[in-house]
C-alpha cells in the first residue's frame, strides 16, 4: 500500500507540472470533458463498452475539435482523438446539408390553382385537346405553356382529346336533361289475383311525373292512346322534349313510336337488360312501389286509378327531391322561417289515401 501512494503521489506531481504551461481555456476544457466522460460512465451502468449518445458525441466534438491534436493526445479521453475528429467532420455535413441544400433543377413547378383549373377544364370536355385548354386558360388571364398543359394531363391518365371524344350515356343524360322524357310500363297484382299494367312517364330535369292510364290489357291501341295523351298534355304544359327513353318491352307498338315523332320526339331505346340506362323512372319506380303500392290493397283498377292520381299529386307538389335541392317538381323550396317563427311552430298534418301518405304544412 506504501508503495501503490508513493506512486500515485509521483505521478500526480508530474500532472501538477504538466499543467502549469497550459493555459486557462485548456484547462477549462479538459475539466468539462472529464466531468462528461464521468456523467457517462455514472449512466451506464454494469460496464462494458462505454456508449456515447449522439447529443453526447456532438458536445464532445464541438468542444474538442478547435484544439491541436496534441493536446487531444494528452487528454484521458474515453474514445480515440481520431474517433473525436470523425464526430465532427459528420457534426459539419449534417449541418451543411440542412443549411447548403441544392436547388431544384429546371422550371419551377406549376401552381396547384392551375392545375386543379386544368382537370375542371377537361373533364366537361372530352372534345379538347391541350391546345385548346391552354387557349381557354389564356382567355383567362393565366399564362401557362402548352406543353406544361400536356404534361398536366399526362401525369394524370388522361387520354388525348381523339380518345375521349366520345360521348357516354351519363353525358349524354346530363347535357340533354331539359328536354328528355323517360317512360316505363309498371306491373302491380290487385286483390282478386288480376294483373294491373300503368304506363307512366317521367321528366329528368324537373322530374314531374305523368300517369298515363292503368289497365288490364295493354293493348296497342291502350298504350298508342297514352302516346297521345302525353303529346296533348305537353303542348298544354309547353313543354319542349326532343328525346324520351324507354326500355324494349314488346308491349310498345310501332304506333307508340311514331306518334312521337310525329311531334319531332325521337325515342331512344335502353339496352338489354340494362335498367340503369334509363335510372331515373326506375327509381322512381322504386319510390312508387315503397311509398304506395307496397302499402296499399289494391281492389279493382278504379281503385288503383284513384291512388295513383293521389300520389301523383303528392309526388309533384309536395314530395322534395334530393336531385332538385330538396324542392318539389312544381313547388319550390320555401324560404327559411324567422327565428321567431321557429320557436312557435305550430304544424298540421294532412294526410292522402286514409293515412298511406303524410303531408305536413304550416296552419293557416
Not at 406543353?147 to 382529346?161: F, R
Not at 286483390?191 to 290489357?217: C, F, K, N, P
Amino acid at each position: 500500500m506504501l508503495l501503490r501512494f508513493v506512486y500515485l503521489a509521483v505521478s500526480h506531481a508530474f500532472a501538477a507540472v504538466r499543467l502549469l504551461p497550459m493555459s486557462d481555456r485548456e484547462k477549462d476544457v479538459e475539466i468539462l470533458v472529464l466531468r462528461h466522460q464521468i456523467a457517462v460512465l455514472e449512466r451506464q451502468h454494469g460496464g462494458g463498452k462505454v456508449t456515447f449518445t449522439p447529443e453526447g458525441r456532438a458536445f464532445l466534438a464541438a468542444l474538442l475539435a478547435p484544439l491541436p491534436r496534441e493536446f487531444l493526445r494528452r487528454l484521458r479521453l474515453l474514445v480515440r482523438p481520431d474517433t473525436v475528429l470523425r464526430w465532427h467532420r459528420d457534426l459539419m455535413r449534417r449541418r451543411d446539408a440542412r443549411t447548403c441544400r441544392p436547388k431544384r433543377p429546371g422550371r419551377p413547378p406549376t401552381v396547384r390553382s392551375i392545375r386543379l383549373l386544368i382537370l375542371r377544364l377537361v373533364r366537361p370536355n372530352p372534345s379538347w385537346g391541350y391546345r385548346r385548354i391552354h387557349g381557354e386558360l389564356t382567355t383567362l388571364g393565366i399564362k401557362v405553356a402548352a406543353s406544361t398543359v400536356w404534361e398536366i394531363l399526362k401525369a394524370e391518365d388522361i387520354d388525348p382529346a381523339p380518345h375521349r371524344g366520345a360521348t357516354t350515356w351519363a353525358d349524354f343524360l346530363c347535357s340533354q336533361a331539359d328536354i328528355l322524357l323517360a317512360c316505363d310500363l309498371i306491373e302491380t297484382v290487385a286483390l282478386t289475383g288480376q294483373r294491373q299494367y300503368i304506363l307512366a312517364v317521367i321528366e329528368h330535369a324537373t322530374r314531374r311525373d305523368r300517369i298515363l292510364g292503368t289497365t288490364a290489357h295493354p293493348t296497342a291501341n291502350w298504350v298508342t292512346k297514352g302516346a297521345r295523351n302525353l303529346v296533348m298534355d305537353l303542348e298544354d304544359a309547353g313543354a319542349t322534349v326532343k328525346y324520351l327513353i324507354r326500355d324494349r318491352d314488346a308491349k310498345f307498338p310501332v304506333g307508340f313510336d311514331q306518334i312521337l315523332a310525329n311531334t319531332g320526339i325521337q325515342v331512344v331505346l335502353t339496352g338489354v337488360r340494362i335498367p340503369r340506362m334509363n335510372s331515373i323512372v326506375e327509381r322512381w319506380v322504386q319510390t312508387c312501389r315503397h311509398e304506395l303500392l307496397d302499402r296499399t290493397l289494391i281492389w279493382n283498377e278504379s281503385h288503383l286509378r284513384r291512388a295513383l292520381r293521389e300520389f301523383e299529386q303528392h309526388h309533384n307538389t309536395h314530395r322534395p327531391h334530393q336531385a332538385m335541392n330538396q324542392a318539389a317538381p312544381l313547388r319550390a323550396v320555401p324560404e327559411p322561417l324567422e327565428p321567431g317563427q321557429i320557436t312557435h311552430l305550430d304544424i298540421r298534418r294532412r294526410d292522402r289515401l286514409g293515412g298511406v301518405i303524410h303531408e305536413y304544412r304550416h296552419a293557416a
